[in-house]
Structure formats: C-alpha cells, structure tokens
T-cell receptor, first 120, second 111 residues
C-alpha cells in the first residue's frame, strides 16, 4: 500500500469561493482518482488524474467546476470552484497500486484520509 | 439498474456470530471484486479482493464470488464490536481499471 496525505483535512468556506485540495503520495503512481462522498452516501468518482495528460471527468462533473492538476507522479490537486452549499461533502483522493506481500497481487485503490468541506 | 448493488442495512449481529454481506453487479465483463471497510469519519480501507469463482479466506474474512450469478459476498466469522462499520463492495469493469462502488452496508456488532 502507500502513505497518502491530503490537505486540508477540513475547511469551512463561503459560498462563491474556491478551495484547492492537495493529495500527496509517498511513492510514484500512474493513476490517481478523486471521489466525492456525501453524508451517508457511497463514493462517487469525479475524475481520473493521470500524469502527463488531461484529467478524465465522469458524467456530471466538468473541468470548469473541478479543475485538476497532476504535475508529477506523487501529487495532484482538485479545486472546487465557485462553491455552493451543495458542494459540502468529503473529498477523497485515491491511488492505484498493487496489493503488496501477496502471491495473488491485484491492482486496487488506496484512499487518502479525505477532506471534509462545509460550504456556508 | 445500479452497477453495484448492496443492501444498505443496517445489519445487526451479536458478537461471535457470522455476518454475511452481499453484493450484486450488473456488468458481466467485471473481472475483479473488492471489499472495503469504512469506519465512521474515516476513509475506506481494503479488506479483501477476489477474482476467481469460489471462496477466498483471510483470517476471519471469507470472500465468495459467483460470476454466473453476478454475486459476491463477504462473511465475517466471530464478529467483534470493532467490526462495526460500513462495508463497501467495489467492482473493476473490464481492463480499464474503472472501479465502481456500491452504496455500502452498515454493520453493527452488538456485544
């Protein structure tokens, strides 16, 4: 697995402002993902961020609202732009890595601790 | 039809019992299946994965896969209060590493 950190861990923001969330991993990974998890709900994929190419967004998510950077193999940012109360959620980054120490290793996703965002 | 379906629960079992968590998926081309555990206020952590039909055991956990029925389950033996969490089923579709999550089943293990 990997050690994944996110900054900030939580924030309270005003409507109309923007917040940039950082995700740092302690090893080089090709694929990083950004998810949203609203209270009591499961994970919704926002976009896939691969180094050296534009992020790929899921249906319902657009680059103008959620711009993503992926400058290298250990770091990515997600910006939540022009925020509204509906953007209040937990935002999680994940990385794809092989399960370690197993004979039947499988590529899977490991998650950062999340960023809890409240928009007033 | 949702791509990955789970009963939302809550599922309540007494300490020491077997907890059975179920998941169905819609895409027959799905190849790999994962169970994540998520404690309240925390991020998901991987418990097990399975990609071959049959059972796979890891300690108190057993994952079961039936591709013909498009069904995957997680059994937790000798359930402990510390197992109380939401369990997320995840499926990778095809070869593009596109992982889809179920809504999760909330498990409560009562002492």
């Amino acid at each position: 697995s990997a050690v994944i950190s996110q900054k900030p861990s939580r924030d309270i923001c005003q409507r109309g402002t923007s917040l940039t969330i950082q995700c740092q991993v302690d090893s080089q990974v090709t694929m990083m993902f950004w998810y949203r998890q609203q209270p009591g709900q499961s994970l919704t994929l926002i976009a896939t961020a691969n180094q050296g190419s534009e992020a790929t967004y899921e249906s319902g998510f657009v680059i103008d609202k959620f711009p993503i950077s992926r400058p290298n193999l250990t770091f990515s940012t997600l910006t939540v732009s022009n925020m509204s109360p509906e953007d209040s959620s937990i935002y999680l980054c994940s990385v794809e890595m092989g399960t370690s120490g197993r004979d039947d290793s499988q590529e899977t996703q490991y998650f950062g601790p999340g960023t809890r965002l409240l928009v007033l | 039809q949702k791509e990955v379906e789970q009963n939302s629960g809550p599922l309540s079992v007494p300490e020491g019992a077997i907890a059975s968590l179920n998941c169905t998926y819609s895409d027959r081309g799905s190849q790999s299946f994962f169970w994540y555990r998520q404690y309240s206020g925390k991020s998901p952590e991987l418990i097990m994965f399975i990609y071959s039909n049959g059972d796979k055991e890891d300690g108190r956990f057993t994952a079961q896969l039936n591709k013909a029925s498009q069904y995957v389950s997680l059994l937790i033996r000798d359930s402990q209060p510390s197992d109380s969490a939401t369990y997320l089923c995840a499926v990778i579709k095809g070869n593009n590493n596109d992982m889809r999550f179920g809504a999760g089943t909330r498990l409560t293990v009562k002492p």
